[in-house]
């Protein structure tokens, strides 16, 4: 079997057991019974199916959802932010924070190389999706404007998660009729553009597509379950692409100033006070209903310890304790450190949102929209714009004091400010390994023993490569293969 049969194998597995679970699919007779594959449907049958557009809009967001809590994790041991310390099982620490040792690199083949088959194999289907809506003569031109917007959101958000982690690597972003065919990789640049452009035709999409989803959404989706308030997302994770792609060396000003714009666009509200207004945001769902999943903190709450560095840094409020985002989200655990024989270091801190099997994690918030927000207008010149975001987050999320900074203070002195609050407001939200990196800040992150190195960029994964062993074009074979 090969590794893309086996991953459509795989796919189609845990599709089918979703159908299985959440959707009666007909009736049927002792004689014979007949199930549509929704994960690789045909285009005639899921032109012609009433329900083959809902499974496959939820299929997607299942897929999407399957990989965010891997997704958090990874980037939270390469961001020192937390840890997968299980006992019997030494590499969940030193194949992320030693690698192959000696060499200061990732092994490609070992456990720190998610978040490549998952994004791709989910694109495969918004592939398959696309191509049914063109086809599909039951849905009108403002339906399919409404369902392409939807299917070409998703591939943006998929498609960051790869740029994200594989940075100066680039990616692939041509899905081929033809699964067994190879795609070519492009530039981070090319990347970023394709990825921004698709976005933007989403959003076009989606502001044509009329005033209902010919399909329905998840509880996640609370507040934006129209094409109109699905479109002020799309803005959101195009504002995060953005200000990604604008501390490369192609993005500056102008990816910073399609930053803003697209946060106008977005839900963002700066004048924002509670916590309630600073969360609202588009959410993973998750519970214990059988067929369902568990929330992935919760899933592995007896192995996840955080980085003790958290506690050390964590600003201070007027009256001496910890800021109420740190007090909100870190807890006291039995002390423990790396096993199997891994150098590291012992941590007594847990993580608060491993106790609920059902709460959801956030895709994107409010509260990270001001903090990129923030970001945008100190990289345009607008400080006293910039530190008033900041300190209405540390006032406000962290009941901390306005800081002491000001309009005559350098640029450093207001990013090493704003780096520390999105570090901890958005902690355990897979970006601050990102940020570090974007910044050029990756030696602050602490090593824990003399073996650990920080990780710049997740490699391309073994089986990936091996897929292209045989490539004759430099484009086929892939970066680092």
Not at 104 to 127: E, H, M, Q, T
Not at 192 to 208: G, M, Q, S, V
Not at 355 to 371: D, F, H, K, Q, T
Not at 399 to 419: C, F, K, N, V
């Amino acid at each position: 079997m090969t590794t893309t049969t086996k991953r459509h194998y795989l796919n189609a597995k845990r599709t089918f057991a979703f159908v299985v679970a959440a959707t009666a699919l007909g009736a049927c007779d002792s004689d014979r019974l007949e199930i549509t594959n929704p994960n690789t449907p045909t285009i005639e049958a899921a032109s012609s199916d009433p329900n083959a557009l809902q499974l496959q809009a939820t299929g997607i967001l299942r897929q999407l959802r399957n990989g965010r809590g891997a997704q958090i994790l990874d980037a939270g041991r390469f961001g020192r932010e937390s840890y997968n310390y299980s006992p019997q099982e030494g590499r969940n620490t030193s194949h992320y924070l030693e690698g192959i040792v000696g060499q200061n690199k990732l092994d490609p083949s070992g456990f720190a190389v998610g978040g490549w088959a998952g994004p791709y194999g989910n694109l495969r289907d918004i592939f398959n999706m696309k191509n049914s809506v063109a086809a599909n003569t039951a849905l009108n031109e403002t339906q399919k404007n409404a369902a392409l917007g939807f299917a070409k959101t998703i591939e943006g958000l998929e498609l960051y998660q790869v740029v994200a982690t594989r940075d100066s690597l680039g990616g692939i972003v041509e899905i081929k009729a033809n699964a067994t065919e190879l795609a070519a990789f492009v530039s981070r640049d090319s990347l970023y553009k394709y990825i921004l452009n698709t976005l933007d035709e989403a959003h076009t999409l989606l502001l044509a597509g009329g005033a209902a989803f010919p399909f329905t959404l998840h509880s996640g989706f609370a507040g934006f379950q129209t094409p109109t308030d699905f479109a002020k997302f799309n803005r959101a994770i195009t504002a995060l692409v953005a200000s990604y792609y604008a501390t490369t060396p192609q993005g500056g000003t102008a990816a910073w100033q399609r930053t803003l714009t697209a946060l106008n666009g977005s839900f963002i509200n700066t004048a924002a006070t509670t916590r309630a207004a600073l969360d609202v945001g588009v959410y993973h769902p998750y519970s214990g209903t059988t067929g369902d999943s568990p929330n992935p903190f919760f899933a592995g709450a007896t192995d996840l310890y955080l980085h003790m560095s958290l506690e050390t840094d964590a600003p201070l409020k007027a009256d001496g304790t910890k800021d109420n985002r740190y007090l909100a989200k870190v807890k006291t655990k039995p002390a423990r450190g790396p096993g199997g024989g891994v150098a590291g270091a012992t941590s007594t801190l847990g993580y608060t949102g491993d106790a609920n099997i059902s709460a959801p994690v956030p895709i994107i918030r409010n509260e990270e929209l001001m903090l990129i927000r923030a970001e945008a207008l100190l990289a345009t010149g607008d400080k006293a714009g910039a530190l008033a975001i900041i300190n209405s987050i540390r006032v406000n999320a962290g009941g901390l004091a306005p800081s002491p900074l000001t309009a005559a203070s350098s640029d450093d002195a207001i990013l090493t400010e704003l780096l520390l609050q999105k570090r901890y407001s958005l902690f355990l939200e897979g970006r601050r390994w990102f940020d570090v990196r974007r910044y050029n800040r990756l030696n602050t992150l602490p090593l824990d023993a003399p073996s650990h190195f920080r990780a710049k960029v997740q490699p391309i994964s073994q089986a990936e490569c091996l897929v292209r062993a045989n490539a004759t074009e430099e484009a086929l074979k892939g970066p680092g293969c």
